[in-house]
């Protein structure tokens, strides 16, 4: 069995290197969300063949080398440094690559990326670059990641990951100081999924989760590969901020299914008309809004209609559109109660945080009210 990676992000060979490696031989097991196939040779003789090394032993600096078969031209080595590690390109939710200044060109892709000891600890995936060339910066799958995900497709099939049903966002200086809490790490929690291991466990929207099973959650994107990582089934620990003091919550981690769960709503009451503070003018969130706006039934909260220029909401970043769901973890229901409860956070002189239901995204966002505004 081999591993190999088929993504390519220079212009145009995506396409191609997916054809080359299922020519090669027929492509029998993949995780797409971490683009690693595993392949199937038949061979009558035994192979030569790499080991894997030890990619969380790599550090920034070390000298790699990278083979490929770059423009088809045959194998091929380059060599460079690691230059960071745990890189996230946007590709999907378990980004965690190691960027290297190997060059890496059209071809490849799939590719071992050695350390000097002649271990793979990575497998070449993408480049950065404005013009289809090496401009220095590629990137590679952690051979830890890859090691992970061969063992379960040569054993299951499939990968496995765990699920807790929490949307997070980052926490930003304005909202760390809404909730009294020091410093900008943890993940904000924004949305927590009906019959979820999260709802069951107790965790709250507006909660900050600051570790996940002992481990330290020092960044947004640390959460979804520690709970991706925790197999099925599996009890954890949940450190959480709220109120302005940490607890421990206890969750039974659930594997993620591939379809969407579509959450329920009742029906919607007459709201009452227009309200205005602070420069915000809220309208109900009628049916006809939902369409416009293209929102989910389960969306519940105030439409900003209007943002008055040069007011506190415009200096903050709201604009018309906007859903506001909740201030400062109270849900508001109508555009009184939005208006009243707003004129209330701006009597305080600590700042405020606004949950948001922005193009279909729930997002917490700071917001300094009061009248000590700088």
Not at 25 to 38: E, G, H, M, N
Not at 66 to 81: D, H, K, R
Request: hydrophobic share 40%.
């Amino acid at each position: 069995m081999c591993a190999v990676s088929t993504r390519w992000r220079a212009r145009g060979s995506r396409r191609n290197s997916r054809r080359r490696s299922q020519q090669a031989c027929p492509l029998d097991r993949r995780d797409p969300k971490t683009d690693i196939a595993v392949l199937k040779i038949k061979a009558d003789k035994p192979l030569p063949y790499v080991s894997f090394g030890d990619s969380s032993a790599a550090q920034v600096g070390d000298w790699v080398m990278a083979v490929g078969n770059p423009f088809g031209l045959g194998g091929t080595v380059t060599t460079g440094i690691i230059s960071a590690r745990g890189r996230d390109i946007h590709s999907g939710p378990f980004d965690d690559f190691l960027q290297i200044d190997a060059p890496i060109n059209r071809g490849n892709s799939g590719g071992p990326t050695f350390n000097l000891e002649g271990q793979v600890i990575g497998i070449n995936t993408a480049i950065y670059s404005p013009n289809g060339g090496s401009v220095g910066i590629g990137f590679a799958v952690p051979s830890n990641v890859a090691k992970t995900v061969v063992a379960q497709l040569e054993e299951h099939g499939k990968v496995s990951r765990g699920w807790l049903g929490v949307q997070v966002q980052e926490v930003t200086p304005a909202i760390a100081a809404s909730l009294g809490l020091h410093g900008e790490q943890g993940a904000l929690v924004a949305v927590v999924t009906a019959d979820s291991p999260a709802a069951k466990s107790g965790l709250k929207q507006g909660d900050v989760i600051l570790s996940f099973n002992g481990n330290e959650v020092s960044h947004l994107r640390d959460l979804p590969r520690l709970v991706a990582a925790t197999a099925p089934g599996s009890h954890a620990t949940i450190g959480v901020w709220r109120g302005g003091q940490t607890m421990q919550l206890q969750a039974t981690v659930e594997e993620v299914a591939n379809n969407e769960q579509v959450a329920s709503a009742t029906g919607e009451e007459d709201q009452p008309a227009r309200s205005e503070a602070l420069g915000m003018h809220f309208s109900p969130l009628t049916s006809e809004a939902r369409r416009e706006l293209h929102l989910a039934k389960d969306v519940h909260g105030v439409v900003v209609a209007q943002v008055d220029s040069g007011s506190p909401a415009d200096d903050d970043g709201l604009s018309a559109g906007d859903i506001l769901v909740a201030i400062d973890q109270q849900p508001v229901n109508n555009p009184q109660e939005a208006a009243k409860k707003l004129k209330e956070a701006a009597a305080s002189p600590k700042k405020s945080a606004l949950l948001l239901n922005r193009h279909g995204v729930t997002q917490y966002v700071g917001v300094n009210l009061g009248s000590d505004r700088g």
